[in-house]
């Protein structure tokens, strides 16, 4: 089982809405992720935060804030959201982004959260 | 610019036959190489991974190879069974980076 938690599984939002997303995790890991997934699609990359500090931002829309209160927990607000930000939004970890090669860079993604704006 | 490429997008296979699924990259400083499984309605999960100082690494049913001068690596599902009917993504970054870059997929279904 992962032991990347996300919540909640499902929203739907109206477009003038504000919800947030959660994520979780309890590996000691120091660096955490969102990505973005369409169907049929793989993954892409939208934020990366290393050691508590946003480290990557791959030009995402304002409309997407990422937060990270500490080592374990981030979230993603939400606001403003357009229907084609309906997706599946994943949290992932890794134990560093900075690091000896030898211990590998192994990403490990949550559940997900489907979102849907309507 | 699709940096890492994977073929096919689609497979179907019998039960117990052999499933392959190749990828090449471009990008000469990647030096890890994971490839994820993805059930419907599920997240990415690791399946196996590589780095590039080995040609292979077998894990139970499944192994990849890896051809570093051709910059490109395989997975090879054995007897495959139908519940290993899901999406493949195979991936790449540099290890003492944070970006994973994704080949586009591939679906696979195992017939009965």
């Known amino acids: 089982d992962t032991e990347v938690t996300q919540t909640p599984k499902h929203l739907v939002m109206g477009m003038t809405n504000k919800k947030s997303l959660k994520c979780e995790q309890h590996m000691g890991h120091r660096a955490m992720y969102w990505y973005k997934q369409k169907a049929k699609k793989p993954p892409e990359l939208m934020f990366v935060y290393s050691y508590e500090k946003l480290s990557i931002n791959e030009s995402v829309p304002s409309r997407f804030s990422p937060e990270c209160p500490n080592s374990s927990l981030l979230n993603l607000h939400l606001h403003a959201l357009q229907p084609e930000d309906s997706a599946l939004y994943l949290c992932?970890?890794?134990?560093?982004?900075?690091?000896?090669?030898?211990?590998?860079?192994?990403?490990?993604f949550g559940e997900g959260s489907w979102l849907t704006v309507v | 610019q699709q940096q890492v490429k994977q073929s096919p997008q689609s497979l179907i296979v019998q039960k117990g036959g052999i499933s392959i699924i190749n990828c090449a990259y471009e990008n000469t400083a990647f030096d890890y190489f994971p490839w994820y499984q993805q059930f419907p309605g599920k997240g990415p999960a690791l399946l196996i991974a590589i780095r590039p100082d080995v040609s292979e690494k077998k894990e139970g049913r499944f192994t990849i190879s890896f051809n570093k001068s051709a910059k490109q690596f395989s997975l090879h599902i054995m007897d495959s069974q139908p519940g290993d009917s899901a999406t493949y993504f195979c991936?790449?970054?540099?290890?003492?980076?944070?970006?994973?870059?994704f080949g586009g997929g591939t679906r696979v279904l195992v017939k009965p």
């Open positions: 992932a970890s890794s134990l560093a982004g900075t690091g000896n090669w030898r211990s590998g860079n192994t990403i490990y």
């Open positions: 991936a790449a970054s540099r290890a003492a980076g944070n970006k994973l870059t």
